[in-house]
């Protein structure tokens, strides 16, 4: 596992943004454009800030979501309402969102449309995953319904997904569109995450779904 350890959460979270800004610079100078697909949950707040103050041309950056809780956007849990308030504010409020909810009742109502406007922005260009300790990244949770089928190399863009471990109904992207990111970032913090992330290391995918990203990540991690 590449792994780097940083001496805190403010270090690592300057130095991610700032590697993340080169590699999407990098990106919109190669093909005059590029997709950012980052997670959700509670820990990359810290980077959105930064990043969104970066100067960019982040009119030509398109930014999504590893996935999303089925939960309307003035929930406190819709990860839809993060990136507004986090990441597409200040300079990066130029950037597009390309939506991972639908106004319906069930994700399974949006999942055509969502990747109907989700494809053109593949490859992802740097991408960034989060963990639980339970070691699930995006909405790949162990025992999930569709686990199987979201790891399969012929999974389709985007899955719907329930999990007993997740709450509410998920909105998810595969394994390999994920896998296909040309930069791959994993973000986490705290000793019981550092445990699990190496808990995850060679196990069945089944039981530790972010393992099957850290052949391709670089996973930041700081107490
Ligand atoms: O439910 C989710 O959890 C993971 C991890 O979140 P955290 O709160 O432990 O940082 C997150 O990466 C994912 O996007 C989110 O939907």
């Known amino acids: 596992m590449n792994l780097v350890e940083y001496p805190d959460r403010d270090m690592m979270m300057i130095a991610l943004a700032g590697t993340i800004a080169g590699q999407l610079g990098e990106a919109l100078r190669q093909n005059g454009r590029a997709s950012l697909c980052v997670p959700g949950g509670s820990?990359?707040?810290?980077?959105?800030?930064?990043?969104?103050?970066?100067?960019?041309d982040w009119a030509n950056v398109s930014v999504f979501l590893n996935d999303e809780r089925w939960v309307s956007e003035d929930n406190p849990r819709s990860n839809t309402r993060?990136?507004?308030q986090r990441l597409l504010t200040g300079k990066a409020a130029a950037a597009t969102l390309v939506p991972m909810h639908l106004d319906t009742d069930t994700p399974e109502e949006a999942l055509d449309r969502l990747s109907n406007g989700l494809r053109p922005h593949l490859p992802i260009s740097v991408l960034i995953l989060g963990m639980g300790?339970?070691?699930?990244?995006?909405?790949?949770?162990?025992?999930?319904?569709?686990?199987?089928?979201?790891?399969?190399?012929?999974?389709?863009?985007?899955?719907?997904?329930?999990?007993?471990?997740?709450?509410?109904?998920?909105?998810?992207?595969?394994?390999?569109?994920?896998?296909?990111?040309?930069?791959?970032?994993i973000l986490i913090t705290g000793p019981e995450k550092r445990a699990a992330i190496e808990r995850a290391e060679g196990r069945p995918a089944a039981e530790a779904p972010v393992g099957q990203f850290l052949g391709n990540a670089t996973v930041h991690w700081a107490e």
């Open 43 to 56: 820990t990359p707040g810290p980077v959105f800030d930064m990043l969104s103050a970066v100067d960019l």
């Open 82 to 84: 993060l990136l507004r």
């Open 133 to 185: 300790a339970d070691m699930h990244t995006a909405s790949l949770f162990p025992g999930a319904d569709r686990l199987e089928e979201a790891l399969s190399d012929d999974a389709p863009v985007l899955l719907a997904m329930r999990a007993e471990g997740a709450g509410e109904p998920r909105i998810t992207l595969s394994a390999p569109v994920l896998r296909d990111a040309m930069h791959s970032h």
